[in-house]
T-cell receptor, first 111, second 113 residues
């Protein structure tokens, strides 16, 4: 069964304490993996697209990486404004018209 | 400003009273989609549209209708709302004819009593 699993469900960090969020997937024919950020009560905001194993993308304190089975979102020296839910979604060859979404990781960064 | 707009942002209604949630994008995007988000269930796609007059069911289409008569608009229609349709709804669009980098609207919080 095609699925996307994110871990942990929730993560609490101190400001400056680096960590990683995980998105593991089991799909046939990955076409793209997407990371989004969602603030409470707002729509998700696009962060990154990764297409093939070994690819990396960076934006400020965030770095996304991709292997054949999972993706990591590394957060370096986080700040309180990085607090949000981070969503992962996968586009695969089995259905090229929609995504499979993970349930997200809720990140809280304490000052 | 490039954006996806939804109206209304908040709506409380009663069972069976037809309602429409509007969605409009000003980016000339081909692909548009409706999602609902519920605690513990995440984002679930209701309907999507690859182009004008082309729509298709997502994962949870029951009880909903959509139309795409113009490229910029993609309204969501609940003909006879029920309490299990109480949810947070998002409209999204993307440039290409597929669910790639999607821009989301601000959301519509719907309560059906």
């Amino acid at each position: 069964e095609d699925q996307v699993t994110q871990s942990p469900e929730a993560l609490r960090l101190q400001e400056g304490e680096s960590s990683s969020l995980n998105c593991s997937y089991t799909v046939s024919g990955l076409r793209g993996l997407f990371w989004y950020r969602q603030d409470p009560g707002k729509g998700p905001e696009f962060l990154f697209t990764l297409y093939s194993a070994g690819e990396e993308k960076e934006k400020e304190r965030l770095k996304a990486t991709l292997t054949k089975k999972e993706s990591f979102l590394h957060i370096t020296a986080p700040k309180p404004e990085d607090s949000a839910t981070y969503l992962c979604a996968v586009h695969h060859a089995g259905n090229n018209r929609k995504l499979i979404w993970g349930l997200g990781t809720s990140l809280a960064v304490n000052p | 400003e490039a954006q996806v707009t939804q109206n209304p942002r908040y709506l409380i209604t009663v069972t069976g009273k037809k309602l429409t949630v509007t969605c409009s994008q000003n980016m000339n995007h081909e692909y548009m989609s409706w999602y609902r988000q519920d605690p513990g269930l995440g984002l679930r796609q209701i309907y999507y549209s690859m182009n004008v007059e082309v729509t298709d069911k997502g994962d949870v289409p029951e009880g909903y209708k959509v139309s795409r008569k113009e490229k910029r608009n993609f309204p969501l229609i609940l003909e006879s709302p029920s309490p299990n349709q109480t949810s947070l709804y998002f409209c999204a669009s993307s440039l290409d004819r597929g669910p790639y980098e999607q821009y989301f609207g601000p959301g519509t919080r719907l309560t059906v009593t």
